[in-house]
């Protein structure tokens, strides 16, 4: 069983920066894809980035690709999301979440098996 849990969410202005982490529970974590999803307000829950157990692939949307990085340090037990030159649009609750499969395709929610609660990024223009 893993555990999430984000933080680094807040208000920030058009054009600013903000660094979400996500925090897991349990050594599993580091053999796990993981992602970073978010929901606006009346929308669907979509895809921002993920990244493969190693490291070794990155994946965007292609709304925030150059905008936005993804990383982990497995030796935390911690993923991250590096959110620059933000614009409103980005206002969301930000979820992360952890994949135990290996192959899975990293970019769809429904595969992944835990998540986080959640937290809310606002960016006022």
């Known amino acids: 069983q893993v555990q999430l849990v984000e933080s680094g969410g807040g208000l920030v202005q058009a054009g600013g920066s903000l660094r979400l982490s996500c925090a897991a529970s349990?050594?599993?974590?580091?053999?796990?894809?993981a992602g970073w999803f978010r929901q606006a307000p009346g929308k669907m829950r979509e895809f921002v980035a993920s990244i493969r157990w190693n490291g070794g692939s990155t994946f965007y949307a292609d709304s925030v690709r150059g905008r936005f990085t993804i990383s982990r340090d497995n030796a935390k037990n911690t993923l991250y999301l590096q959110m620059n030159s933000l614009k409103p649009e980005d206002t969301a609750v930000y979820y992360c979440a952890a994949d135990r499969e290996m192959s899975s395709d990293l970019r769809i929610g429904a595969e992944y098996d835990y998540w986080g609660q959640g937290t809310q990024v606002t960016v006022s223009s």
């Open positions: 349990g050594r599993a974590f580091s053999w796990y894809g």
